[in-house]
């Protein structure tokens, strides 16, 4: 019976096995009890082999991401590198793609390496927030080594989440619109992740608190394409709308494009907010109106919390964190 042993009966990493081995804070105990009632079944001792695979840290962090040609993911990761990079620590990166499949087995797959923790970026990776089997493999994943969620939340053991207040940001921005005269707001998104979906309720709930209908034909959802947007409103003749709140800048800009082929007054004839204040929100024309929901402020709280996490100080890390986002107004809004 050797640690590879030990590691396949207790269904996690030989790295997981030499942590408990060495006492590490950074497994949940029930992963800890799971692995020293295997050891204790089978009369496992550990040789000094299996003690010095965790004896050190091996100052790598592990970060999953879905695309990197994403605008906001690839600033976040950039951050995460840099605040990492400041406290000399490497990190690994993997893209996992949007499926659900792919999502689980780049999660199994980085847990597996010598990692100190693990950092998901986007909350695509808990799915709506709401499904419980949607988020077991990252709490799964939590039993073996620290998990930082950067833009979702979900609450477990080992499991430290930082988001943006959207559900917030675009209530404020869909009641400036209203209070401005502009009432007949189109929803724009591309995804029905946990981010998604909480600006799809601040949206709708401003418009219930100002007395206007939720209209099914004012939320639509699409590829995260500037042409593509563009080319799907100039071609519903059939909507009726006089605003745009969109869940990312890239749709946003879509919808500047199309009311700029459409010869339409922006602001006076209708307002824009994207979502983001990414570069492309500066390189749109006329420059667009975004809520800003600060990567590198959310990337830098969560190396922060992190490195409390690593450095035996858990009690002082904060599971929960929420980071306020502000409506940053240039040229595609009058109010």
Do not use: W
Request: proline share 2%; charged share 25%.
């Amino acid at each position: 019976m050797n640690i590879y042993d030990i590691a396949k009966l207790s269904g996690v990493s030989i790295a997981t096995v030499s942590r408990v081995v060495n006492g590490s804070s950074r497994v949940s105990e029930r992963t800890k009890q799971k692995v020293l009632k295997v050891m204790e079944d089978n009369d496992y001792t550990p040789n000094i082999f299996a003690r010095g695979l965790g004896l050190d840290s091996m100052q790598t962090i592990g970060i999953v991401c879905p695309d990197v040609a994403d605008v906001f993911v690839a600033s976040v990761v950039s951050y995460l590198e840099r605040d990492l990079k400041n406290y000399g620590y490497d990190c690994i990166l993997y893209c996992s793609g949007y499926s659900n499949e792919k999502k689980k087995k780049s999660v199994e797959t980085i847990r597996q390496k010598r990692i100190d923790a693990l950092i998901l970026v986007g909350s695509t990776y808990i799915g709506d927030g709401n499904t419980e089997e949607h988020v077991e493999y990252i709490k799964k994943a939590a039993e073996e080594v620290p998990v930082f969620l950067i833009n979702g939340r979900i609450a477990g053991e080992n499991i430290y989440s930082i988001y943006c207040a959207d559900r917030e940001a675009t209530y404020t921005a869909a009641s400036e619109m209203v209070e401005a005269g502009y009432e007949k707001i189109l929803f724009l998104s591309d995804s029905h992740s946990y981010s998604a979906n909480q600006k799809l309720e601040g949206y709708e709930q401003a418009l219930r608190d100002h007395g206007i209908p939720v209209l099914g034909q004012r939320k639509l959802y699409m590829k995260n394409q500037v042409d593509t947007v563009r080319d799907i409103l100039l071609a519903r003749r059939d909507l009726d709308f006089d605003a745009v709140l969109a869940t990312d800048d890239g749709l946003a800009v879509g919808a500047v494009k199309y009311a700029n082929a459409r010869k339409l007054d922006i602001p006076k004839e209708i307002n824009i907010v994207g979502y983001n204040n990414s570069e492309l929100a500066l390189c749109c024309g006329p420059e667009l109106s975004s809520i800003d929901n600060f990567p590198e402020k959310m990337s830098s709280r969560t190396i922060v919390n992190m490195m409390k996490v690593l450095r035996g100080k858990k009690e002082e890390a904060q599971a929960d964190v929420e980071i306020p986002c502000t409506l940053v107004k240039r040229c595609t809004t009058c109010f």
